[in-house]
């Protein structure tokens, strides 16, 4: 499956944005998804994840409760909802796919995940 990021942007503190992720194919549905976000200078972290039915969803803590992470299978996209956004949210944000089943691993795992897609950046001024 081929992955494209995008809805990023320049965004002042305290305000919103939506990413969205893009998948080619007819088997989307059999993916889980997941957000990462690298910072400039920072290791790739883990924002959200969300299981192939959009049932079960997971959140590092820094996303709890300002972000949301949703799918439509229809559309073969996935979203991250962003709210109240903070400097420190600046990244490039990279959604990526699994065939794992999230309740049985860790989300956060870089190495479950199958595809990739090229990044989107945000940048969230003060």
């Known amino acids: 499956v081929q992955l494209q990021a995008y809805g990023g942007g320049l965004v002042q503190a305290g305000g919103s944005l939506r990413l969205s992720c893009a998948a080619s194919g007819r088997t989307f549905r059999r993916y889980a998804m997941g957000w990462f976000r690298q910072a400039p200078g920072k290791e790739r972290e883990f924002v959200a994840a969300?299981?192939?039915?959009?049932?079960?969803?997971y959140y590092a803590d820094s996303a709890k409760g300002r972000f949301t992470i949703s799918r439509d299978n229809a559309k073969s996209t996935v979203y991250l909802q962003m709210n109240s956004l903070k400097p420190e949210d600046t990244a490039v944000y990279y959604c990526a796919a699994t065939t794992y089943t999230l309740g049985a691993t860790d989300p956060s795992r870089e190495d479950m995940y199958d595809y990739w897609g090229q990044g989107t950046k945000v940048t969230v001024s003060s």
């Open positions: 969300i299981s192939w039915s959009g049932g079960s969803t």
